[in-house]
């Protein structure tokens, strides 16, 4: 049987101490998926349905895939994505500088103070949400390269849109 990797998907991710974070795929861009790290911890690769409405999305980013296709982290279930905020990205044509929407549909020219809280578009290799993850729960230093996924940082930039 061939595995759904479709919006919704809900996945296992173990941590450095033996336990289990969890994340979901929110929407698909391709290559990427937008997804959620959220703040729920088991100890088993299991969550209840409930538990899932209950975490919080605690990371959230452009990732690639390739860790739910090979095996690494499980699939557990699908659940309706939470409403979460998405950023915007600075983009460059020519000579200017742009806010542009996540979903790349808007567009508008950059002020100087934008430019300076906006980060580029970045897509993610997945272990990345898996370190961040990791670090979370304090089970690893944390990053300033983390920022950019905290869902406070995200909401912050996603007002500039």
């Given at each position: 049987m061939k595995l759904e990797i479709e919006p919704g998907l809900v996945f296992a991710i173990r941590l450095l101490n033996g336990a289990y974070g969890f994340g979901q795929l929110l929407v698909r861009?391709?290559?990427?998926?937008?997804?959620?790290?959220?703040d729920a911890q088991s100890q088993t690769p299991t969550l209840g349905h409930d538990t899932i409405w209950k975490a919080k999305p605690v990371l959230l980013g452009n990732f690639f895939d390739v860790l739910i296709r090979n095996g690494r982290w499980a699939p557990v279930g699908h659940s309706t994505p939470p409403v979460v905020p998405y950023p915007c990205f600075k983009i460059r044509?020519?000579?200017?500088?742009?806010?542009?929407?996540?979903?790349?549909?808007r567009k508008r020219e950059a002020t100087e103070d934008e430019?300076?809280?906006?980060?580029p578009r970045s897509n993610y290799g997945p272990i990345f949400l898996e370190n961040a993850l990791n670090a979370y729960f304090g089970l690893r230093p944390w990053e300033t390269a983390?920022?950019?996924l905290r869902t406070e940082t995200v909401l912050a930039v996603s007002k500039l849109c």
């Open positions: 861009q391709e290559p990427i998926f937008y997804m959620a790290g959220y044509i020519g000579d200017k500088f742009y806010v542009e929407t996540w979903d790349r549909n430019l300076a809280q906006l980060q983390f920022e950019p």
